[in-house]
């Protein structure tokens, strides 16, 4: 079917014209518009005026964002023998970010504007004697140490409750458990511990969409490797992670791997490096990956009293491992992909607009579309949605004009529309059309399966 007629051609004919470059202001707006538009996020709490820096999201991007976890969950754990999983808990004792370090070092430097009262981060400031909000000359008050964590009470009665803190991280759970995993998976250094889960902080300046928020998701592992293999290491998951990103459709000149310099690196930390994304308004980091060095399991074995050492029995010698972490974000991977993939494109005089997803992060893989909402054709197009939604996440859709369900899906990132049309009742064929080319190939439904597991993952 062409994109704006009931017709039977082998491709559209209206092929792309090239697509519209898009940057800075323009490009956020768009995106940020689609997203609410299509269902990928909505502003939490809406109709009570909203809440600041909090993001649902909807149908559509619940799917993407899965996806993209499951995503870096195949990379880095399905697809290795040397990774296995943890979820650990999102409230925790203060004992533990005691020996972190989080409650004495885990804060941003605040000021206030004297004149207008809104707050920023010092270190974020351009220039520190002019407010960026009123204009005011040297109106900022003394910088104080504001602590990033959420504290609340575990208990029936707050007075008597004890103190728990939700985790503004996930990487402590993985040390505090290193030695069960140790125990229960058998594994032995070099070896990581992988976790997806959501993590809070309470940032002074939240912003840019979902890019800064207090709560959010992250996809971590710590890669616990001997003393002497951690330079190796930490350049190896280098490589690695800047590789993901790029196979799942960022392009390399919007990528860069930003080695931290001296002054920046953390007191653990013997190497650290960002991933970041071009983003609209410039770089920003998707992900770090910290040589820690044995920073952590030292630090809770000291408060603990647990030997958290561990002892090789082919050389005969014990040690602390050393750890390298890459931690990636996993809504602002997301919100790369998405901004990576926007596009738009003339198709005979008209704008068409396209999120070139790679096909493992859209939302819907397939979606089944059939000519008219005649019965005729819903149980036909039933049938046909049944044989591709238990191997791919499928959409049906029978409102509106074939042209403008092609559309949608464009624009929902869809890899692949299935449309079945009256001609299919009689030649039990279905017309595929592709989302990038907009080719479309005849294909029988006993054929169907094959042909799309060709060309999807």
């Not at 293999?229 to 390399?252: F, H, K, N, S, T």
């Amino acid at each position: 079917m062409s994109d704006t007629a009931a017709d039977h051609s082998a491709t559209d004919p209206g092929a792309p014209a090239g697509g519209r470059e898009l940057s800075g202001t323009a490009l956020m707006d768009k995106v940020v518009n689609l997203c609410k538009r299509r269902g990928f996020v909505f502003p939490s709490a809406e109709i009570y005026g909203g809440f600041r820096s909090a993001y649902d999201y909807g149908p559509e991007g619940v799917l993407m964002l899965r996806n993209v976890k499951d995503a870096w969950w195949r990379s880095m754990v399905q697809m290795r023998t040397d990774v296995v999983g943890l979820d650990a808990s999102i409230l925790s004792p203060p004992a533990i970010w005691e020996a972190s370090g989080h409650l004495q070092n885990f804060t941003d430097p605040l000021v206030d504007c004297t004149k207008c009262g809104h707050r920023f981060r010092e270190d974020h400031l351009e220039d520190l004697g002019t407010c960026p909000n009123c204009g005011a000359k040297d109106s900022f008050t003394g910088a104080r140490a504001f602590n990033l964590m959420f504290k609340t009470h575990a208990g029936p009665v707050e007075e008597s409750a004890a103190v728990a803190y939700l985790r503004p991280e996930t990487a402590q759970g993985m040390f505090v458990n290193f030695a069960n995993v140790l125990n229960a998976s058998r594994k032995k250094p070099p070896f990581g511990i992988a976790q997806v889960g959501k993590s809070f902080r309470n940032e002074i300046t939240p912003g840019n969409f979902v890019f800064r928020t207090r709560e959010f998701e992250q996809m971590e592992l710590e890669f616990f490797v001997p003393p002497d293999q951690g330079a190796q290491w930490y350049e190896y998951w280098c490589r690695e992670r800047v590789q993901w990103y790029r196979e799942l459709g960022i392009p390399e000149a919007s990528l860069r791997l930003r080695a931290h310099d001296a002054e920046e690196l953390s007191h653990y930390s013997t190497g650290t490096s960002d991933v970041e994304f071009l983003f609209p308004w410039g770089w920003g980091e998707l992900e770090g990956i910290a040589n820690r060095t044995d920073y952590d399991l030292t630090q809770h074995s000291r408060h603990s009293g647990v030997d958290l050492s561990y002892f090789d029995q082919e050389s005969g010698s014990r040690y602390v491992p050393h750890v390298i972490e890459p931690a990636a974000g996993a809504t602002r991977s997301m919100m790369a992909f998405l901004i990576a993939a926007y596009d738009e494109e003339e198709v005979r005089g008209e704008t068409r607009v396209v999120l070139r997803l790679h096909p493992r992060i859209a939302p819907y893989k397939v979606a089944v579309l059939p000519l008219s909402k005649k019965e005729t054709l819903t149980v036909t197009s039933r049938e046909v949605l049944g044989l591709v939604q238990g191997r791919w996440m499928s959409d049906h859709d029978e409102t509106q004009s074939i042209g403008r369900r092609y559309r949608r899906q464009d624009e929902l990132g869809t890899p692949y529309c299935v449309t079945v049309d009256f001609d299919s009742l009689e030649d039990r064929a279905v017309t595929v059309r592709d989302r990038d080319s907009m080719a479309q190939d005849r294909v029988p439904i006993a054929e169907l399966v094959g042909f799309l597991a060709e060309r999807l993952p």
